[in-house]
Every structure is written in C-alpha cells, then in structure tokens.
C-alpha cells in the first residue's frame, strides 16, 4: 500500500513538474532548493485544493504553514481567506493533501498560495490560477 501511495504521488508531482501547474514556482528555485525537491499547488475546477511536496531525504514533520486564497479583481490579486490545512505528514519524504475551498469561492479568477515547512525549512508555491 504505501509503495502504490508513492507512486501515486510521484506520478502526481511529475505531472505538475511537467506540465508546470505551480506557475509562479520557477524550476530553477525549486532545483536550488536544498530541502524539497518538489512542490505543488494545485487549484481545481471543482473547487478544491491539493497540496503536495516532496523532500530530498526523509522529515521528521512536513506540513502547511499558509495557505491563502486570492482572487484577481481589478488587475491585482487579492487575499480572500487563509485557509486552515490540519495535516502533518511525520517520518517521510512526501506530503499529499486536498481541502475544499468551496464555501470561499464564488464566480471570478483565483489561485492559492501555501507555504510548505519541512523541520522548519520553508518553501512557498503558487497554484495554477483557476477562472469560475
């Protein structure tokens, strides 16, 4: 089971990596990144947010510190909401999680930022922006 989650989850992060759905994360800041070798932001159309990250070698702790949600109004981004993520993934090099951010979302242009935290290294990502 947990060799099929990590494969999973490996498809997953290589797909975002590939496809490049974390847009305001750029390749070399992720590649110069000591910790994580990848992160993932992933805003979708059913209104619904999935975190994931991976990290060089195994963390005792590796978590969400922030998650915020913004909207584009008038030519900027906005902040809508923080959005609690209750999940600590422990003894591991991956993290995977999503969260409904339904009740936060009306009609409008939005994207997710989220802050991810490995033993107390940080590394942000943005998500792919997401028009409703």
Known sequence: MKKTLRI????????TWTFGISSNSSKADIMSDSI???????????????LSA???EVHSRIYVTNC?????VSGSWQFVTS?????????TDYYVYSI???????????RVYAAFCADGHIASSYSNSYTY
Do not use: D, M, W
Request: glycine residues 6%; contains cysteine; positive net charge.
């Open 8 to 15: 999973v989850i490996s498809l997953i992060l290589l797909a």
């Open 36 to 50: 994580f070798y990848q992160r993932s932001v992933y805003l979708s159309g059913e209104k619904s947010i999935t």
């Open 54 to 56: 991976q990290t060089k």
């Open 68 to 72: 915020s949600l913004y909207k584009y």
């Open 83 to 91: 959005i609690s993520v209750p999940h600590i993934a422990t003894n």
């Open 100 to 110: 409904s951010c339904a009740g936060y979302i009306t009609s409008g242009k939005y």
